[in-house]
């Protein structure tokens, strides 16, 4: 991908304290997102995706400084966005906008659709009276609901046809950016593509760009131009979505994806079970975070010299893996295959 | 031909509302056999929980009335018998698994005492008899350190933990039939491939029927034997796993295959069914489907008459007007034993 990116995050951390005892004193801090970058280019969609805890929604959210960040940066039409603040920040929020995975608790029950969608418009002086209704029955029909809809409260709506109005607040203000937060993971499966389709059409239609978190593989896969690989706060793997899954190379990827059940009762290809589960993102393991499940690092461990490996514990069992990704953290970097394809695994080539 | 351990005869359920009855489940006939996968199928509101819930008599009454139908397990219908008849099977002879594993454990008790309370109740053990029992339950499941998990509470555990915790206690008591409702939707797909493994162990080392109820046809290509998809409260199309995604015949079934994204396949825009799953207290004339099909032609046939299940090719009953040879199908029970050729996701097991 080339050209300017529309959006830019540059080694972003967000921390949350931990706070104990009377005096909440900080006994530590789960590192959500731990020093990751990405770039969206206009009209374009990268995919984000990982386990839960993974620090997959934190990202999104820091972003629109839904969250304060740590640290790092994010640049918006190369322009730092943390730095803006009062009116300068809120014309600069009209251009990025987010979708939410569960459309009963992001749209208020006490509101009507007309409201809802309308109160940006307002807001952000657009429009109003009459000419807001109007924007707003547009936007309805737009989205496949009846503009006469938007007298009526959300708890009328169906789950596919809420998630149609967030989609529709979300729009009303013609943002560049939209992060969508697992946008159809709460949806039935025959409304899910409806949604998906839908989503592609308004992107070709206004040039939006999407940053998608999504757990499910094979949607992301579908819906994005590239993708970026999370677990523990980091990006272990990024590249275009063909080259993604067709050609992985961290073996964290590897499990992923072939985790995902495949629709076919003759499965073709071979399963990889990962034991254990994502250890906690307040104590992650040190070096890199995914060596006491890899079985990489394992095999390569065999082939190695003693010297250059080391014992570990996990759970009841003694394992030994290379010396070097307990100790040291690897660096995201270009593997063999397409340029542009990067991971952060010391073994993988 | 072997017997079904539980067979389900035109089960019809209603919900009494203050807007009149709604109707969850309509003329469901359904057959599970010994060491073998049903898997039910449907989006929400299709009446595959219900269905479940009927089977174990979970359901308050009222508002729940069973209008009519059998449910035979080893010989008896459950429909039939009394409460306390009812409590002696449910958990010993069928168990059930939930989607949400924190909402089904009891958050105020240890692990331990509610395994123990299970054994208890239905095998007559106490003291160290029961929590030997329990320790190995949870030992079967592959958690680690039994003995000193029993004394955790649910709290203190991650959700797929606390899943292999649910499925420990369900099958503490040897059931014969295990009815696991979403038991891994809740979970992430690495955690999801270790429950599913573990069912498949676990059936194949005992025995179990399962009755999988589930939205996801990975999840069903994979673990079924047998297929069952429900669409507005009724069974539409029903076949071996094999049959039923090689040929699938019922205009829904065949439109849920289309819309989903399917790993490694060419990007292309989404095959979508228009509009959205009818409301139970406004189902359409006809077929439930016809609002939404693209078969759909100029005669009333499809609005005005619903058509039943009927056996549209050997061990595949379907249920739509446009069916080639639908119209001279002969109308019988459906009834599926079979055992699946391909052992499903032959794992390489990797790691600790």
């Not at chain 1, 995975?101 to 109160?119: K, Y």
């Not at chain 2, 599913?196 to 939205?215: P, W």
């Not at chain 2, 019988?332 to 990797?350: D, F, L, Y």
């Amino acid at each position: 991908m080339s050209g300017a990116p529309l959006l830019e995050v540059r080694n972003l951390r967000t921390h949350f304290p931990i706070k104990r005892g009377l005096l909440q004193r900080v006994v530590g801090h789960v590192k959500a997102v731990d020093g990751i970058s990405f770039a969206v280019p206009p009209r374009k969609t990268l995919g984000l995706v990982g386990e839960s805890g993974c620090g997959k929604t934190t990202v999104g959210r820091t972003i629109l400084r839904l969250i304060p960040a740590t640290s790092g940066e994010v640049l918006f039409q190369g322009d730092d966005f943390f730095a803006h603040t009062g009116e300068d920040l809120r014309k600069l929020r009209r251009q990025m906008q987010i979708i939410f995975q569960d459309p009963m608790s992001s749209l208020n029950p006490r509101m009507t659709v007309g409201n809802i969608i309308g109160e940006p418009i307002v807001v952000h002086g657009i429009a109003k009276g009459r000419e807001k209704d109007d924007l707003v029955a547009s936007l309805l029909g737009r989205v496949g609901l009846d503009p006469s809809y938007s007298a009526r409260y959300p708890h009328e709506f169906s789950g596919g046809q809420r998630q149609r109005i967030g989609i529709a607040r979300a729009l009303a203000l013609s943002p560049s950016f939209i992060v969508c937060d697992e946008p159809v993971s709460a949806l039935d499966v025959s409304i899910q593509s409806q949604i998906l389709n839908l989503l592609q059409d308004l992107q070709e239609e206004r040039g939006i760009a999407f940053l998608f978190i999504a757990h499910n593989l094979a949607v992301v896969e579908h819906f994005c131009d590239e993708v970026a690989v999370m677990y523990l706060g980091r990006i272990v793997e990024k590249a275009t979505s063909k080259e993604l899954y067709g050609n992985p190379k961290h073996p964290y990827t590897k499990a992923l994806l072939s985790a995902v059940p495949d629709v076919d009762p003759r499965p073709k290809r071979e399963r990889i079970v990962l034991q254990g589960e994502v250890p906690s993102p307040s104590n992650p393991p040190s070096g890199c975070a995914f060596h006491p499940r890899c079985a990489l690092s394992r095999e390569a461990a065999r082939q190695a010299g003693v010297a250059e490996t080391t014992e570990i514990k996990v759970g009841n069992e003694r394992l030994r893996v290379l010396a070097k990704c307990v100790t040291q953290s690897p660096p995201l970097e270009q593997k063999e295959g397409e340029p542009g394809h990067v991971a952060a695994c010391w073994v993988s080539r | 031909m072997p017997e079904p351990l539980l067979q389900v005869r035109d089960l019809n359920v209603a919900f009494e509302t203050s807007r009149g009855d709604v109707r969850p489940v309509r003329d469901v006939n359904l057959a599970i056999y010994p060491g073998q996968t049903l898997a039910v199928v449907g989006e929400s509101g299709c009446g595959k929980s219900v269905t479940a819930m009927s089977i174990l008599q979970l359901l308050p009454k009222p508002p729940a009335k069973y209008l009519s139908g059998q449910i035979f397990f080893q010989g008896r219908d459950l429909l039939q018998l009394g409460e306390s008849e009812m409590r002696s099977i449910r958990g010993k002879d069928i168990a059930m698994i939930f989607q949400e594993p924190m909402t089904s454990l009891n958050p105020v008790y240890t692990i331990g005492d509610q395994i123990i309370e299970a054994v208890t109740l239905h095998q007559g053990k106490s003291g160290r008899a029961a929590s030997t029992i329990a320790e190995a339950a949870l030992a079967d499941v592959g958690i680690a350190d039994p003995a000193r998990r029993l004394g955790e509470y649910p709290h203190q555990m991650s959700g797929g933990m606390r899943q292999r915790v649910m499925i420990a206690m369900a099958l503490s008591c040897q059931p014969k039939l295990l009815i696991a409702d979403e038991p891994t939707t809740a979970l992430d797909v690495t955690i999801q491939a270790q429950i599913l493994e573990l069912l498949r162990k676990l059936q194949k080392e005992r025995n179990m029927a399962i009755m999988l109820i589930t939205h996801d046809l990975g999840v069903v290509a994979e673990n079924a034997d047998s297929v069952a998809v429900m669409y507005a409260s009724r069974v539409v199309e029903t076949a071996t796993v094999e049959e039923l995604f090689d040929h699938p015949v019922h205009p829904y079934t065949e439109g849920l295959f289309k819309s989903i994204p399917k790993l490694g396949a060419d990007r292309h825009r989404l095959d979508t069914i228009p509009g959205t799953v009818p409301n139970p207290q406004r189902f359409p004339g006809g077929c439930k489907f016809h609002p939404r099909c693209h078969r759909m032609q100029g005669d009333q046939t499809c609005s005005s008459v619903e058509p039943n299940l009927r056996e549209v090719k050997q061990k595949h009953w379907a249920s739509c007007h446009r069916i080639d040879g639908y119209q001279t199908a002969a109308v019988t029970v459906p009834s599926i034993s079979h055992k699946r050729q391909v052992t499903a996701g032959a794992a390489t097991e990797v790691s600790a």
